[in-house]
């Protein structure tokens, strides 16, 4: 990947396209996606890992396409909740699942919790309640179909699940994940500060860093 190139996204994600079109622009790269490609069979996401998932979507579109292609599987990761919803974080709330029927989903069990006695860790200055650590991550896969190899990184942000939702950035779960470290939500962001601290951000950048080390 060097500027001037198009980089090939296999997602279905406005959300991704937005941050990693924003990412690569800085480097001279324009993105396309899947929405550029809307005839390519849909990827099952059956893998048990996000590593797994990353591999499977990239190499499906690679092959398909007979050209390199990166693809993401990412998600959030909720400490009260056993590491839920996982892998499973974009049909969380069923095979017709929205951001919006999502998080609706993880405020329901997370409150469920809290019925049972359990006690709330930290209350914000607007009355917001944090009610579980939690974490994303992002399983990048860059796969290059013309020797049938790839490159892989992951990245990693911890934060706090709110009881309501903040702001209007970023998408998916990013309303309700809380940063000690901005004192904002993850939807509160700018897009470089998200880049900056996110599991994609950082996965991205560990990819990148990888390419050059093995130029
Ligand atoms: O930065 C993020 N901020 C908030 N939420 C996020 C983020 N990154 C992933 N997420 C959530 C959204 C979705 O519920 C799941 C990803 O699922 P995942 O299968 O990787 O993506 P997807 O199905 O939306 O698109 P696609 O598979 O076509 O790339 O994690
Ligand atoms: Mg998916």
Redesign the pocket.
Known sequence: MRSGDTVV?????A??VR?FAHAFAKLGMDVVS?FDYPNLPD?E?DGLT?AE??RK?AKAVGDALGQPVL??????EVVRLQGE?G?Y????SGES?T?AS?NAKLLEELKKLDAGGVERFQTLEDGTELLSEAR?V?ALALYDPKDGTFAEAEGYVAGDIMSKPRGEG?????PL?WLVSHHRS??ELTKDE?QAI???GRALARLLEQLKSAE
């Not at 996204?9 to 994600?13: C, E, L, R």
């Not at 970023?170 to 990013?174: M, N």
């Open positions: 996204v296999a997602t279905k994600n959300g991704k941050e899947m990827v996401e996000f998932n990353a979507k693809a993401d599987d990412s998600g959030l919803p892998v974080s974009a049909r969380y699942a951001d999502n994303f992002c970023g998408f998916g779960y990013d994940f993850m939807a998200k996110s599991h994609r």
